[in-house]
């Protein structure tokens, strides 16, 4: 593909080191900015794929919106607790489960470095998104003919979860309260 | 050094954010963590769309990203909002305190 090693590599590293990060961290802020580079990665890595109605998106809804929702929520809780758990299993069990865990890594690396990768299917190659108006301009036609049924439904899906959100954190007692 | 980057390397790319997400949701017992990770390796699986949609000039590959954005929206209010109610029954987030069925 025809993009450019040197941000590509650049934006991977980031990514790969933030996400570490935010395994890794103890300090769940620490996690939560960590997790914002990697989301600001990511959206790099779409705009050099020519995907920039995706890394707006990126960029709008996880830095933005879902980040100080974590944020917010972090901070109103003010939880520190211990929160790795290696200790608790056992060895034989945590080298097995790393094991494995590295073998379909390795396998998903293999099949996709030896696997056969299908020849375009569809007709959208760069030059004609560029002649029809741009990445977005094609993106929107698409959502609002092809795509409009799963469009409709997105908004009801946003509407039960804003309606199920509301009804969770309203709640003045636990339903669990023992 | 080559002028391109072969589309293998960016899905292993994918794959290896994939594995740190899962690997977090292994190990962490923080549920803010947990629910991070989450997030992680739904990135993952979008950037692999966009780069299926990009080597098979398809836009197909793009919409899915946008509406799996959309869902993953609705996942955190909803499961921040649960992770609220459960901060203030059980005083924890830690995800081994969650045992109410067992007692």
């Avoid at chain 1, 009801?156 to 009804?167: P, T």
């Avoid at chain 2, 990770?37 to 990203?65: D, R, Y």
Wanted: proline share 2%; net charge neutral; hydrophobic share 60%.
């Amino acid at each position: 593909m025809d993009i450019s090693p040197i941000f590509f590599y650049f934006f991977a590293g980031l990514a790969i080191a933030c996400s570490l990060a935010v395994v890794l961290k103890t300090n769940p802020v620490a996690s939560a900015f960590s997790l914002v580079l990697t989301f600001f990665a990511f959206a790099g890595i779409y705009a050099l794929l020519d995907a920039h109605l995706v890394a707006a998106l990126q960029i709008f809804v996880y830095a933005g919106a879902i980040m100080v929702l974590f944020i917010f929520v972090i901070m109103l809780l003010n939880a520190d607790v211990p929160s790795f758990d290696l200790g608790r299993s056992h060895i034989l069990v945590r080298f097995l489960s790393g094991v494995l865990c590295l073998a379909v890594l390795g396998l998903f690396v293999w099949s996709f470095k030896n696997g056969h990768l299908a020849s375009p299917t569809a007709d959208f190659t760069p030059e004609r998104i560029e002649a029809a108006g741009g990445n977005t301009q094609v993106l929107s036609e698409l959502l609002f003919s092809e795509y409009i049924l799963p469009f409709e439904l997105t908004s009801v899906l946003l509407l039960s979860a804003i309606v199920g959100a509301v009804a969770l954190a309203k709640r003045k007692q636990g339903i669990l309260k023992t | 050094m080559s002028t391109t980057v072969e589309p293998w390397v960016v899905l292993s790319f994918c794959a290896v954010i994939f594995f740190i997400g899962f690997a977090g949701v292994l190990i962490r017992r923080n549920i803010l963590i947990v629910f991070m990770c989450i997030e992680l390796m739904l990135n993952a699986v979008n950037l692999t769309f966009v780069t299926f949609s990009k080597q098979l000039h398809h836009m197909g590959g793009q919409m899915a990203v946008f509406f799996i954005i959309t869902v993953a929206a609705a996942e955190s209010a909803v499961g921040l909002g649960i992770l609220i109610t459960m901060f203030r029954t059980l005083k924890s987030v830690d995800t081994d305190q969650i045992q109410l069925l067992r007692e």
